[in-house]
């Protein structure tokens, strides 16, 4: 291995040797005087670390030449310039891809911290006037239901409808849109209360991770015969990351097996504690199916929204959330929504991501058309160019012009983002062929650092870890804390998420909750490197071997009801039951199965030793003939403790 003393390492960096040997010291490699060597990939490291970096600049994803150079305060040739040394011909208004932007920027002495690509707002100049406002109204809840898909989550939404719809009107619904609103007597009055069907945990997170905050209160399903399920504990996470109150319901209270008591039980140890055990979460026991509790439930529901004060302005500009969309062979696109602010009209011009339109009708959730939408209301909108994606918001502007024209900005901003991340959208593809043939595992990793040469240094050491067994792959290196994006790449493709003298953003440890991906952030290098080799080494495909236990010789077969006996005489070791056993006839054998029964004299034994007579049983196999060798082995995990993983060298140009 290639190494460098510290003397020579100090007078490159214009340091004393007592100042590097306290800043090796701190990075936690080992080092004494001026004469100790270090290898070339820990001096490297160490200069990332000292090396205090360019200035930082905050800078988007995709510019334009012209763009570029006013944010670093440069000439537009300079930047042409820097981009032809890398074989790049542009003019001031091409489009830059992320690597070409921050190899500019580091030519020219800057590093790079790239912005979060947000969705711009729809201007006010955009919106139609609307008229002196009375201000905020009371509005329905909107509810979520969430919980394990067996635990009658469907069958409840169907109870619900049956129950509640006005003037049991069930029979004229005559379409699912995704969400509906029931109508209830609630303190002598009637009340309304929107239902969120979603289709699973995917639906209700992907809106969250736009920025959707649709639901007002999340319902937990929880079977009172099953109890806490490992998909109970995930709907709990998301449930709570929406920070959302949560109101549990106990299903299937009807069942025999029935036991709500334990579901407190589980759910107090996961911190949602009953109200009646001093906690502030209400339980309500109620049976989908034969329809018990329903009425406790909703009251519930309106209790907690009363808490909650929800209020809109219908007549402020108007916007909704769109929860689900398709396109319709009839109707063309449309778009199911539930409406958060203002009131939605036939006719009115809108936009909802890349896709615009005039709205040519609105369907409630019973397929009947209606003039208006008002807040917290679900409706199908159909008039739209195209689909937009679950989680848009949809907002009303003051004329289709002005919603085709946001709608165009948006495609194209869209389409140069996409240009720009086509580097990692391929190595994503790459992905999807995740290596399964062979004996080869791979560890995939995405690395945030804090300065441009923090990222190379520790990519390089990551890089040159090797094992026979399993190789490392850098996905994705970039300068900057860990963001959202960071998590949901990594999530997309089983990849470990390593930070540098970085933090997590809030948002990106919420999913990274969410998604179970592991983060784990370091300052010190070397404690980095080992880490990474603990988990490859974690990887490794466990050794299986088989351990000897003992042998039986067989005397005497016996064929019983329930199946042949052979009668044995051990010779030597122990013969063990539910280990495994070969059957040989002198140098043949016969059979490789468990032994499944094993006896002395009557009785039933777990294990047989030396010098004693047994009854063995092994199953699939009854040929036994006397003389016939039984052996007895098990097989056992070897550790692979001492497996190490090395350290390729740097190459040294003397």
């Known amino acids: 291995m290639n190494r460098i003393r510290v003397g020579d390492l100090a007078k490159d960096l214009q340091m004393s040797v007592a100042e590097l040997l306290s800043t090796l010291t701190d990075l936690g490699v080992e ?64 489009q830059l891809s992320a690597d070409q932007i921050e190899r500019v920027a580091y030519e020219l002495g800057y590093s ?88 699973g945990h995917e639906a209700f997170t992907a809106m969250r991770a736009r920025g959707a905050q649709v639901t007002d209160i999340a319902v937990l399903v929880v079977a009172a015969d099953d109890g806490v399920m490992p998909q109970t504990i995930e709907a709990l996470n998301h449930a709570k990351a929406a920070n959302v109150p949560i109101i549990v319901a106990i299903n299937k209270i009807d069942k025999p097996e029935a036991n709500p008591d334990r579901v407190k039980q589980q759910l107090a140890e996961l911190g949602v504690v009953p109200e009646e055990w001093g906690g502030d979460t209400i339980f309500v026991p109620v049976s989908a199916k034969q329809r018990i509790g329903l009425g406790d439930l909703l009251e519930a529901i309106l209790l907690v929204a009363e808490v909650q004060e929800l209020k809109a302005d219908p007549n402020a500009p108007a916007e909704g959330v769109v929860i689900e969309s398709k396109l319709d062979k009839g109707r063309g696109p449309v778009a199911t929504i539930i409406v958060q602010q203002g009131t939605f009209k036939q006719g009115d011009a809108v936009v909802a991501g890349e ?54 900005e948006r495609e194209q901003r869209h389409r140069q983002e996409k240009l720009a991340s086509q580097r990692a959208r391929v190595t994503m593809k790459d992905l999807s062929r995740l290596i399964k043939e062979g004996e080869i595992k791979e560890l995939l990793v995405v690395l945030k650092a804090d300065v441009h040469g923090s990222v190379e240094a520790v990519r390089t050491s990551l890089e040159r870890l090797e094992h026979p067994e399993v190789r490392l792959r850098v996905l994705h290196a970039a300068v900057g804390n860990i963001t959202e994006s960071d998590i949901m ?146 097989k056992r995990e070897v550790s692979r403790a001492g497996h190490t993983i090395t350290q390729r060298s740097a190459t040294v140009v003397s």
């Open 112 to 199: 790079v911290r790239w912005t979060e690509a947000k969705e711009p707002e729809v201007p006010e100049s955009a919106r139609p006037r609307t008229a002196s406002t009375g201000g905020p109204q009371p509005r329905p809840p909107v509810v979520t239901i969430l919980g394990h898909v067996d635990h009658g989550k469907t069958t409840l939404l169907d109870a619900i409808r049956r129950t509640n719809v006005a003037e049991g009107e069930y029979g004229g619904i005559t379409q699912h849109i995704g969400a509906y609103q029931v109508e209830v007597e609630h303190a002598g009055e009637k009340a309304k209360i929107t239902f969120l069907d979603t289709p």
């Open 355 to 408: 896709a615009y339109g005039k709205i040519k009708a609105l369907i409630d959730d019973r397929g009947n058309r209606v003039p208006k939408a008002t807040p917290a209301m679900p409706v199908e909108v159909i008039g739209l160019s195209s689909v937009p994606n679950a989680g848009e918001k949809m907002e009303v502007v003051k004329d289709e012009r002005t919603a085709r024209q946001i709608a165009m």
């Open 31 to 94: 080092a004494k005087n001026a004469d100790s060597l270090i290898d070339i990939s820990t001096a490297q490291a160490v200069r990332a670390v000292l090396d205090k970096g360019h200035p930082e600049v905050e800078l988007p994803p995709t510019m334009t030449v012209r763009e570029l150079a006013q944010a670093l305060g440069v000439q537009s040739t300079q930047v042409q310039q820097k981009l032809m040394k890398v074989g790049v011909l542009a003019g001031l208004n091409q």
């Open 489 to 634: 790449l990594a999530s997309a493709s089983n990849a470990l998420v390593i930070g540098f003298n970085v933090r997590v953003e809030p948002e990106a440890q919420r999913v990274a909750e969410q998604e179970r991906v592991e983060v784990r952030t370091y300052r010190i290098i070397y404690e980095l490197v080992e880490d990474i080799k603990a988990a490859m080494l974690g990887m490794l495909q466990p050794v299986i071997e088989e351990f000897p236990l003992g042998k039986a010789e067989v005397r005497a077969v016996f064929n019983l009801p329930r199946g042949t006996v052979a009668g044995c005489y051990v010779t030597e070791g122990k013969i063990v039951r539910n280990t495994e056993a070969r059957v040989w006839r002198k140098k043949d054998l016969l059979h490789t199965g468990k032994i499944v029964s094993l006896r002395h004299l009557k009785e039933d034994v777990r294990e047989i030793a030396q010098g004693y007579e047994c009854g063995i049983m092994v199953d699939g196999f009854s040929d036994f003939a006397e003389g016939d060798l039984i052996e007895c082995f098990e």
